[in-house]
């Protein structure tokens, strides 16, 4: 009787697992706190893993290619160039896009602005080849994008440079306060 249990409750979980994992996959569709553009008739969104890339370590570019109309686009070429002050770093050869998806690996090696374009090759409305554009900004280190990416950088930069007057502050007032306490003690005798 348990086993039959065990049986039907291992039949119900598995067909629930694989419901979700094909779900899963069709709600892959969003990238969250993406760079969005619209240039023509395509929509494209840009996101970076990690969120504040940081020098020699791995970044992932995340893109997303889509229509205006909300379709994913299957099989679109594009060229993806890397570059920083004008100067082109890195250039792409012709790269099929499978449904509208594609993570692109960079490891950037000096803190900057750098720009990534994404050239839609021979776009079949106009012929010609359209360029999207997206600023990325790499630091140095985990503390500098603290300080520099963050909302909150001018409270952190006060605080931190606040702390030691805070600290050096208290340190007077409590030696004062024990001097004081002493001579009135003294007083009292």
């Known amino acids: 009787m348990h086993r039959r249990i065990a049986i039907a409750f291992t039949l119900i979980v598995s067909l629930i697992l694989m419901g979700l994992v094909h779900i899963q996959e069709a709600s892959a569709d ?4 993406s760079i969005p553009q619209r240039i023509g008739n395509y929509d494209m969104e840009l996101k970076t893993d990690p969120k504040a890339p940081i020098t020699n370590q791995n ?4 893109l997303k290619i889509g229509s205006v109309n909300g379709d994913a686009l299957v099989d679109l070429p594009i060229f993806i160039r890397i570059a920083k ?3 082109e770093l890195e250039k792409t050869s012709p790269i099929v ?4 998806h594609y993570t692109y690996n960079y490891l950037f090696s000096k803190a900057g ?3 990534l374009n994404v050239d839609i090759i021979d776009d079949p409305y106009t012929g010609q080849n359209i360029t999207f554009t997206f600023p990325i900004i790499v630091f140095h280190s985990f503390l500098e994008y603290l300080f520099f990416s963050s909302s909150y950088s001018p409270l952190l930069l006060a605080a931190s440079l606040a702390s030691p007057f805070v600290i050096i502050g208290l340190i007077f007032i409590i030696r004062r306060k024990k001097k004081g306490q002493k001579s009135i003690e003294k007083t009292k005798r």
């Open 97 to 100: 896009v499978p449904y509208g």
């Open 113 to 115: 602005i750098y720009e």
């Open 85 to 87: 002050h004008g100067v």
């Open 30 to 33: 969003v990238l969250r706190d």
């Open 59 to 62: 970044t992932k570019i995340l």
